[in-house]
């Protein structure tokens, strides 16, 4: 009998497609779960996904190689989508994808298989990296197949006796990593009503927020945290630590109207405190570090890699070129930054770095000033002189 492997999750959709796969296709279902800091009990969805039907669960420890291989590459490209969403789902996508292909390939599987719906970015995502891994192998889409409303889905998975964490009255559909966490569905759908406050999870109401700033220091090698409070920690770790803290005070609230790939307009709510600590934190520590040129230069590339990493081009050349711009760029984005968590912000307000391009001696309007005011009238000459030229000639055909 062929088999399937299906990129499971546990939640309503992967559980209810284990069966539903399994009848419409005939074949074996091999059910695969990843773990990328979702804090879920793991061993409970495995057996959960054997209880409804798989033959096989698998699970997978990536925590700590979606942050060497994802996370890092995120800060270095200071990663947002549309200036606002940091692509956690986005950037979780392809490493699923690639550990799905991987056991496929193991277990002599024929098809690949996820629980994305038809209009959703993620199931480019998933599609794009099969097809870059393993073009030869072919997708089963069963939430674009089978036509099932979410509330029809639910009462699917209780005729087959199928437990799902989700009822009607509160429907929504949320995703988790360490980066940060989603929610959609239900109320979310209609932009003209503030967010629901049973939404949020990780973060508390702005107004609920300690009065009093919690600070904490962040300590970059080569762009990369590695210690919090002159305490070094592993990766995951570390970004936990700071989805707690963000958390606490409110901060990584994002409630956003997003231009999904598949050309429609969607109402998202975000929360990613660590995400936003870093990546401002890493911002900040660029600015101390980095020429002109290329702080001006990078953000251009930027863009162009928030787009490929939410389109779902991971695998691809231009992915791996840009990343090699960006490695270049954190050779010297090593210090330390001060950050101030207070009623849902995240403000950098100190740092120092061993590679610092800040020189007091010339930026300070107090004594010991080296910078030399006399040079300034020749600069300003020749950097007027192409602005003086056509202005002269406009004067002269006014």
Known sequence: MDKCVLAYSGGLDTSVAIRWIAEKYGVEVIALAIDVGEEKDYEGIRQKALQVGAVESVVVDAKQEFFDEYLTRALAANLMYEGRYPCFTALARPLLAQHQVRVA?????????????????????????????????????????????????IDYAAQHGIPVPVGKESPYSTDTNLWGRSIEAGAIEDPTKEAPPDAWLWTVNVEDAPEQPTYVRIEFERGVPVALDGERLPGPELVGRLNALGGANGVGRIDMLEN??????SRELYEAPAATILLEAHRDLEAMCLDRETAHFKPYLELRYAELVYYGLWFTPLRKAIDAFLAETQRTVTGEVTVKLHKGRAMPVARTSPYSLYDYRLATYDK????DPKDSPGFIRLWALPARIVGEVERKHA
């Open 368 to 371: 010991g000033d080296l910078f």
């Open 105 to 153: 390939k193991e277990k002599g599987a024929r098809y690949l298989a996820h629980g994305c719906t038809g209009k959703g970015n993620d199931q480019v995502r998933f599609e794009v990296t099969y097809a870059a891994l393993a073009p030869e192998m072919e997708v089963i889409a069963p939430a674009r197949e089978w036509g099932m409303t979410r509330a029809q889905e």
């Open 260 to 265: 999904r790939l598949v050309g429609i307009k």
